[in-house]
């Protein structure tokens, strides 16, 4: 494996913030669109419903696309993977800014959102070599915080910007920012080859081991049990809450605010116990949807349940991606994309929840079925912290188990 320079370790600031403003650039692009379905609509002549399938089309990128491309290109070298990966990904939102129909347009964003599986496993990997092994769950906070982020500010910026000058000036400031983050890690990324061994094969038996596909079982029900409320909390707050207007916008800041503070306070507890922080991430969960549940009336209480879930919800994302890293061995290059694939595939599969509640009894329901899945994860969330490497396979640099789990 090329070593990382000393330099870079003590000082890996520069790198961290390349890959976190990559990640930002693709965080905005995948969820901007969500802001712009009526105005692509009504521009390429699609219904709404349609033009929803961006957002199906980006997701199957991720969940399929991210892992089969990781698994194509698993011999080449991280640091390269992150800026050919990145450069795809700028020209594919520069076909979207482009599309002269619909189906040019769905399928740009089929392969942005596999470009972006494939950047954030090569990402993750690279962020965690760049520093000492005690600091990995920080490293990697700061490639998702990236992402988090964006759903606080790029998100909204770009949906205001689409609002005044139409849909195709979103994905073109996508495409400089995207152009400004390659340059970026181009010139701030150090060489780092693959942190597993062996080809896909040899990598393949170590990624899907039923030990990392139980944590990321875990992924999925906790990140589907949340999509199934959050997907309909706007008419849980103003419904049952009573929450309009201005208003609606500060409890929904609140929780996108502390989305982005609980992803980097997220990196220092999976460097503490990745396990534990799952564990307790998930408690938290419960606690928040049960009072959102009991307590929906209460502004109050809903504002502190919001900010508590926002903590919580995605602080456990870099515990997650530490736990299949650790667990993976040998096979965690591969393995380092699929979170992303279990956890898209949870936010889908709960809206869908979430959507037959509310067709049966309101918002309420989706809170109530999201509480449900939750609080039934929990078991399944303990015992996935009783796992650990197979003998002989602890990581050697990318990821380390804390000293606090034994």
Not at 233 to 256: H, M, Q
Request: hydrophobic share 55%; net charge positive.
């Amino acid at each position: 494996m090329t070593p990382v320079p000393s330099a870079v370790r003590r000082r890996p600031g520069p790198a961290l913030s390349a890959l976190f403003l990559a990640a930002f650039v693709m965080g905005s692009a995948e969820l901007v669109v969500v802001g712009l379905l009526k105005l692509v609509a009504g521009d390429l002549a699609v219904s709404v419903d349609t033009a929803g399938t961006l957002v199906t089309a980006y997701a199957l990128g991720i969940c399929v696309g991210g892992p089969l491309l990781t698994a194509l290109t698993i011999r080449i070298r991280r640091r390269t993977l992150v800026w050919t990966s990145l450069a795809g990904y700028v020209a594919g939102n520069l076909l979207a800014a482009l599309a002269p129909g619909f189906g040019t347009l769905l399928a740009a964003r089929a392969v942005t959102g596999a470009l972006q599986g494939l950047f954030l496993g090569a990402a993750f990997t690279v962020a965690a070599a760049l520093v000492p092994p005690e600091r990995a769950g920080r490293a990697i906070s700061v490639v998702f915080g990236g992402i988090a982020v964006s759903t606080a500010l790029g998100v909204p910026l770009g949906t205001l910007a689409a609002q005044h000058l139409g849909w195709r000036a979103a994905f073109t400031a996508i495409v400089v920012l995207g152009a400004l983050a390659l340059l970026a890690t181009a010139v701030c990324v150090p060489p780092v080859d693959g942190s597993g061994t062996g080809g896909l094969w040899a990598q393949s038996r170590h990624a899907l081991a039923p030990r990392v596909l139980a944590v990321l079982g875990v992924g999925f029900l906790l990140l589907g049990g949340q999509f199934a409320a959050f997907t309909y909390i706007t008419p849980f707050l103003e419904d049952v809450t009573g929450v309009s207007g201005a208003w609606l916008t500060v409890f929904l800041f609140a929780y996108g605010a502390a989305t982005a503070t609980g992803t980097f306070v997220g990196g220092w507890a999976a460097d503490r116990d990745a396990a534990r922080t799952l564990v307790a991430a998930n408690l938290a969960l419960v606690v928040a949807l049960a009072v959102l549940h009991v307590a929906g009336a209460s502004r109050v209480l809903v504002a502190c349940a919001l900010v508590l879930w926002g903590v919580v919800g995605f602080g456990l994302v870099p515990s997650l991606q530490y736990r299949v890293g650790l667990l993976a061995g040998p096979g965690r290059d591969l393995a380092s994309t699929l979170p992303a694939s279990a956890v898209n595939a949870g936010i889908a599969v709960g809206a869908v929840a979430g959507g037959a509640a509310v067709s049966h009894g309101g918002a309420a329901d989706a809170v109530l079925t999201g509480l449900l899945v939750c609080a039934a994860a929990l078991p399944a969330t303990w015992a996935s912290g009783r796992l650990r490497p197979a003998a002989g396979r602890q990581p050697a640099v990318a990821v380390a188990e804390p000293r606090s789990q034994g």
